[in-house]
């Protein structure tokens, strides 16, 4: 009998014994039921044993590889286990693996006849085919044209090695059903063209001329071989047409989870949809996959093109399929790529016929029905294939290429595995259907919501089960259509989502998915509609959440409002931030009237300043407390006093580093410098390079420059470094230089101009026995000058940055994951423009009705409009930044009268008394304390706050 194109390397790699008992013989079972963990223990078991082998690096090692994973994936399908069982257990000969051979070849070189058609090529190809497969050309051409006289019952006895379609159990009678069903194709028609009457005659003649020779024998049986083909191709196709029909990939089914199999609504609330076309099944896909990893040795693009036509269609059905099938699939991609590592780019190829399905993730519309399926597919099996630590070095690379390509994170890591990458590419496409372009027309908006009904069960199919990480996922995919809101189509489309994947998520007792809800409840950037949504999709369809009625938020609901029902969840719940919030409320009253009075009794503008800082983080602190935020509220307000009395006390001694740090590593210059050694060009340059820096000199810095200015050992070195010292002379490090470098220094008249700099006085002249006493005398007292100086300076701008990063921080307060930074200085104007935009959006999504309640006439556009007059009239940064400061204010005031329209009284007189005090305030900083009192009075307004005392 011939061998088989496996025997030779598995004799080599893995001893006799391994071709003796087909896929147990391979792994090294006995001949009885194996379960998963099983088979795979048995798989890395005969991995490692190649792996130790000295040409473990060979095409023929990983040929034996590829051999081992099929063997895996056939006792992986429990229906192909049991039929290997029944089959080697009952000792089948070498005629039943003869058949099982010649039908292989069958289809081998018909596939190759169909492409290459009677030429020299094709005799060539033929030729490699059978020295492939170890047997001669005479015999490959015997078994073609031999075959046994029922075609029928070879190819069924080929798809018996299959799973069955239905899912049943596997006997005869399923098997002869699965010949008539709509997702099983019959044996094609060239086999009974192939057998009709009359070709025993041909076949004797071409058997005699085969005692001419190898190549006589050849060329006659390419050129039979290929009129019968050509002859059986007419009567083919009325057959393929009745009993294939698979749909192109473009228009794959719709997803069977959605409709009235579940109860979940469909597009248009209809329940009902038209019946899908017939899927091809995990069969048919996996005898594509196996045919183009037969044709790689002879054509490596055909091959690429046939596993290419095979991904599109894993990849568009694999909801479809059971889940042993989805693994034999993927066991059949996997064996692909290990092979296509021996041919150029044949395995780059194969990567990329995969990573082309996530390019949607790149495009600016969404992804369609089939698009996410296919993206989902292709991301796990990207995952699968990256944690093959056998997987060829070129496709290795190529998948990084691809993953980069698409911004894929860590669920793609090395040993992710298909479930988890996959899990990781609906991720990334929940928020890419959040933030793509939204739909044009209601066509479009049927394709979003179907888009988001397989998405859906993309999810489920890979944890049917609800899961931290499913809950996880759906609950980020909520988050993004929540807070990026829309009009139109695009609204439409998410009130569908939100009501369809509500009821997916675990709303129990524990669950992260109360926490998360009580975050989108209180948010003023959550889209309105779509909380409603969500808190009427809990209330009918998700009683674990005990959401009813009273939680759903009205229409005309404002921040305030949900605020309350955030609260309401929490003690309905019984969770901790309800005893907080009560808490909170009291230390915050405590807190604020304290501050309030400090503030009254400021004399100095730095005192004004720090009262400014210490209200700023107190709003910063109610803010967090209506966010729902407490422990971080608490916080802000324990460490208030700190950082007020750490920020008045000025910088720390400038002598130490940090005072003048601009993120520059000092010692690199000094040390690069010190290296030159005495090369008077290079060290010149190095001066000259630091001359050019807009960076303030560190110690070590200043110190080499002094030295060099004043006794330098060379002209140009002196020349240079009395340059940079002209330019830095002003900083304190510098002038301390010269302090530590004057006992040493020669009294030239170019040194005594560079120390009079440095001491900025006159001095005696360099001949004077006083001048070294007064340079040393005029430099102390410049160091003092500049530390006190320095001292006043850092403390104002410290305190003007906390009013800054409150302001920032109160901006963001919605989304704790939406971090804002102004810098390693911040600029107070920055975060008195970020906060105005905060306070003024609030302001305009409030309901006309209710801002005409609003005391003094306020609306957005007056607000807006007061604030740029006052703007056009400050002059400097202190007043541009309070006229932001007042206007941020009034939109404050304007929203919370607008929330509770009982207060409107208590508002307005908040606004008259801030009025008072900025007229009779003395300084500007005392205009900006006065205006943080006043916030401070309008949140204790909003927050209900207990105690008293405005």
């Known amino acids: 009998m011939p061998s088989r194109g496996y025997d030779a390397p598995a004799r080599r790699f893995l001893g006799e014994k391994a071709v003796g008992a087909g896929p147990f013989g391979l792994l090294a079972l006995p001949i009885e039921p194996a379960d998963e963990d099983t088979v795979f223990e048995a798989l890395e078991r005969r991995l490692a044993e190649i792996d130790r082998h000295p040409h473990a690096q060979t095409p023929e090692a990983d040929d034996a590889r590829l051999a081992l994973h099929a063997a895996a994936a056939q006792l992986m399908d429990p229906q192909v286990q049991r039929a290997l069982l029944e089959r080697w ?5 070498e005629e039943d693996v003869g058949e099982m051979i010649d039908y292989e070849l069958q289809r081998q070189a018909m596939l190759l006849l169909a492409g290459g058609a009677h030429n020299a090529s094709a005799l060539h190809r033929l030729s490699l085919l059978a020295q492939t497969h170890g047997i001669p050309v005479e015999r490959l051409v015997e078994s073609i044209v031999h075959a046994d006289a029922s075609p029928q019952r070879s ?28 997702g099983v194709t019959p044996p094609p028609a060239w086999m009974d063209e192939a057998h ?42 009325p057959q393929q047409a009745q009993t294939t029909q698979q749909p192109p990939p473009e228009a794959p089914p719709p997803s069977p989870t959605t409709g009235a199999a579940t109860g979940r609504e469909s597009v248009n609330g209809q329940t009902e949809r038209p019946p ?58 996997v064996g692909f790529v290990h092979r296509a590592g021996s041919w150029p780019n044949a395995s780059s190829r194969a990567i990329g016929a995969i990573a082309e399905h996530l390019d949607v993730l790149r495009a600016e519309r ?22 093959d630590r056998d997987l060829p070095a070129s496709a290795r690379l190529a998948i990084d290429e691809a993953l980069v390509g698409v911004g894929a994170d860590a669920g793609f890591a090395s040993g992710a595995g298909f479930e988890r990458g996959a899990m990781a590419g609906a991720s990334r496409l929940g928020l890419k259907m959040s933030i793509a372009a939204p739909p044009s027309s209601r066509e479009d908006g049927d394709r979003e919501i179907r888009a988001w009904e397989a998405w859906l069960a993309c999810i489920e199919a890979l944890e049917p089960t609800p899961g ?219 001066l000259e390079e630091l001359g050019r820096s807009p960076h303030y000199l560190g110690w070590a810095e200043a110190d080499i420059v002094v030295a060099e200015a004043l006794r330098g050992d060379s002209p140009r070195v002196r020349i240079a470094a009395g340059q940079v010292v002209e330019r830095v002379v002003g900083q304190p490090r510098v002038v301390n230089a010269f302090l530590e470098v004057l006992p040493d220094a020669p009294l030239t008249r170019r040194s005594a101009e560079l120390i009079e700099m440095a001491a900025s006085e006159m001095l005696p002249r360099p001949d004077d026995p006083s001048f070294m006493f007064e340079a040393r005398r005029a430099i102390v007292q410049r160091l003092l000058q500049m530390a006190s100086e320095e001292r006043e300076g850092v403390a ?155």
């Open 89 to 93: 257990s009952e000792g089948a000969g």
């Open 155 to 182: 190819a069924q006895q080929h798809d018996s090695a299959e799973t069955p379609a239905d899912g049943g159990d596997y006997d005869e009678e399923d098997q002869e059903s699965n010949t008539d069903s709509p």
């Open 196 to 237: 009709r009457p009359g070709s025993v005659g041909q076949v004797i003649l071409l058997l005699g001329v085969a005692v001419v020779g190898l190549g006589a024998i050849a060329a006659v049986s390419v050129v039979l071989l290929a009129d019968r083909l050509g002859s059986a191709i007419p009567q083919q196709q």
């Open 276 to 333: 899908p076309p017939p899927v091809p099944n995990a069969t048919e896909i996996r005898s594509m996959l196996a045919d183009a990893a037969s044709m790689l040795e002879l054509d490596a693009q055909a091959a690429s093109t046939e596993f290419r036509r095979a991904v599109e269609l894993a990849s568009a059905h694999w909801l479809d399929h059971r889940a042993d099938q989805r693994v034999a699939i993927r066991a059949e991609v």
């Open 366 to 387: 969404a992804p369609g029905e089939v698009e996410m399926r296919r993206a989902v597919w292709a991301s796990g099996m990207l995952a699968r294939l990256r944690s």
């Open 468 to 686: 931290t990480q499913r809950d996880r996922v759906v609950l980020g995919a909520l988050d993004a259509i929540i807070f990026a809101g829309g009009e139109g189509e695009r609204a439409r489309a998410g009130v569908h989502a939100v009501r369809l994947l509500a009821p997916e998520v675990r709303w129990g007792d524990g669950s992260e998915a109360r926490l998360w809800l009580l975050r989108i409840a209180g948010s003023a950037r959550a889209d309105a509609t779509l909380v409603r949504t969500l808190m009427r999709a809990l209330s009918e369809r998700a009683p674990d959440s005990m959401v009813g009625p009273a939680q759903i938020p009205s229409a005309q609901a404002m921040q305030a409002d949900r605020a309350r029902i955030r609260e309401s969840l929490a003690r309905l719940w019984g969770l901790e931030q309800a005893e907080r919030a009560d808490e909170l409320g009291y230390s915050l009253a405590g807190y604020s009237r304290n501050f309030i009075e400090r503030s009254e009794g400021a004399i100095a503008p730095q005192d004004h300043l720090a009262s400014a800082a210490a209200l700023a983080r107190l709003n910063l602190a109610s803010a967090l407390r209506f966010a729902g935020r407490y422990d971080e509220a608490g916080m802000v307000l324990q460490q208030t006093d700190r950082v007020i009395e750490t920020a008045r006390s000025g910088s720390r001694p400038w002598r130490l580093d940090g005072l003048f740090d601009y993120g520059r590593d000092e010692h690199r210059w000094a040390l690069a410098y010190l290296q030159v050694g005495r090369r008077v060009d290079a060290r010149v340059a190095m």
């Open 796 to 950: 104002l701008d410290r305190l003007s940055a906390i009013v800054a990063e409150a302001y920032a921080e109160i901006s963001a307060i919605d989304d704790p994951e939406d971090e804002i930074s102004l810098g390693d200085k911040p600029n107070p104007m920055d975060g008195a423009e970020l906060l105005h935009h905060y306070w003024l959006s609030l302001a305009r999504r409030a309901p006309s009705s209710a801002i005409a309640s609003v005391p003094g006439g306020l609306t957005p556009g007056s607000i807006d409009a007061r604030m740029n007059a006052r703007l056009n009239l400050a002059d400097g940064p202190v007043q541009a930044f309070l006229a932001y400061q007042i206007a941020i204010c009034e939109a404050m005031a304007l929203v919370v009268s607008a929330e509770r329209p009982g207060v409107s009284p208590e508002v307005e007189a908040v606004l008259a008394q801030f009025e008072d005090e900025r007229r009779a305030a003395g300084h500007v900083l005392e205009q900006v304390a006065a205006c943080e009192r006043a916030m401070a009075r309008l949140w204790r307004i909003r927050l209900d706050l207990i105690g008293g005392g405005m």
